[in-house]
């Protein structure tokens, strides 16, 4: 059971309504002096004394305050106190209906109109005690009217702030979600590509011959042409969002067939053997899995580039894909032999797994990564759904 609304008194409210108790206690003294009626008798001091500890409770708590006026009221009608009283139940009627729960509100609406048929009753003339009584009534029936309304449109008007602020916290979060979006796309399409180039221009200087020189000049002129032909594609992507502005340009897709043959050639010109097995009908793969299975590999093979060991008598590296009636695995397994240095020693980032594991996840797949065995680093991708359930 709770005793205050939705809405709760702040401190500016709650200085008015001190500031308001005592200038109104100093009014009536002042009028009370001015026309030489001033009676400072202890049932009027009383009556002071219900509304300024009315006001103190109402800032501890609303309901405290408001049932602490009206229960001060009905003692100090006994003792003659009426004017001063009734105010102060005036004031508190709006006070309950703007800051306390329902059934406390209501309590304290009939206990008001209650004590303003008693005021009406304890005069001496019938038609000034109707009214009296009918007057008091209406004051403090508009009094808590008043209240309602401003309770409404203040509760209106948190909750239209509380929506908004889930807005923006929902609008946050979205942006920050295609941000990293697009912070794993570039790692994608860069880290692959540029791990060729850097490896290919070790190779060049390093050997002497003007072939192998050629062959290498050759291999960082397609990397660097795959990234850029890439990074457009992503930059295509951002333009239809309009994120950047538009400009010329395709969006190819990305062929996981032709990927396939692609790291497989990039990963044997730079000294890898490897064996790339395919297992099903890669058609039947939809067009969004294609792409999330093209990134993990591209992402595979760069890293084999990075910590993989080559030049041994079999496989330096496994592809294998498996295409089943519903789902699709991927498995890419190679040598990471501490005795020999690997092609190119890079510092990761762990961007690059943590990107596979959101793809495979986004259609419902998870990725285990680890080292199987002394001197064998492995990445089995599975349970990647051909097509998203609707």
């Known amino acids: 059971m709770t005793f205050s ?5 702040s401190r500016r409210v709650l200085n008015l309504l001190t500031l308001g108790t005592i200038g109104g206690i100093s009014a009536d003294l002042s009028l009370a002096y001015l026309f030489d009626t001033l009676d400072l008798s202890a049932d009027l001091l009383f009556g002071y004394l219900i509304w300024i500890f009315a006001v103190a409770l109402f800032w501890l708590h609303p309901a405290a305050g408001a049932l602490a006026a009206v229960t001060g009221a009905f003692i100090a009608m006994q003792l003659g106190v009426q004017f001063e009283t009734l105010l102060s139940v005036m004031l508190f009627c709006a006070l309950s209906a703007l800051y306390c729960s329902p059934w406390v509100r209501r309590i304290y609406l009939v206990l008001a109109l209650f004590l303003s048929v008693n005021v009406g009753l304890i005069q001496s003339d019938p038609v000034l005690a109707a009214g009296f009584g009918l007057f008091s009534g209406a004051v403090m029936t508009l009094s808590y009217l008043i209240g309602r309304a401003t309770r409404k449109q203040l509760a209106s008007r948190l909750a239209a702030e509380r929506e908004l602020v889930e807005l923006r916290s929902t609008h946050e979060a979205a942006l920050a979600g295609e941000r990293r979006s697009i912070a ?117 093979t760069t890293n084999v580039v990075k910590h993989g060991a080559r030049g041994h008598e079999t496989n330096d590296c496994t592809i294998e894909l498996e295409v089943k009636e519903a789902t699709v695995d991927l498995s890419v397994t190679n040598r990471t032999d501490s005795t020999q240095a690997p092609a190119l020693k890079h510092a990761s980032s762990g961007t690059g797994l943590i990107s596979m594991e959101d793809r495979a996840a986004t259609f419902g797949g998870t990725i285990d990564a680890g080292s199987p065995a002394e001197g064998i680093w492995s990445v089995q991708v599975s349970g990647i759904q051909l097509r998203l359930p609707r």
């Open 184 to 300: 794993r796309d570039l790692h994608d399409i860069l880290a692959h590509d540029l791990t060729v180039i850097s490896m290919q221009t070790q190779v060049a200087a390093a050997t002497g011959t003007p072939e192998s020189r050629a062959a290498a000049l050759s291999q960082i002129s397609q990397s660097a042409s795959a990234a850029l032909h890439d990074l457009r594609r992503v930059l295509l992507v951002l333009q239809r969002e309009n994120i950047i502005g538009a400009g010329p340009g395709d969006a190819p897709e990305l062929d996981l067939e032709s990927g396939l043959q692609r790291f497989t050639e990039r990963l044997e010109d730079l000294g890898f053997t490897v064996d790339t097995s395919v297992h099903g009908d890669l058609s039947s793969i939809s067009q969004s899995v294609e792409a999330c299975l093209y990134r993990i590999l591209q992402e595979c």
């Open 5 to 9: 609304s939705n809405v709760t008194p």
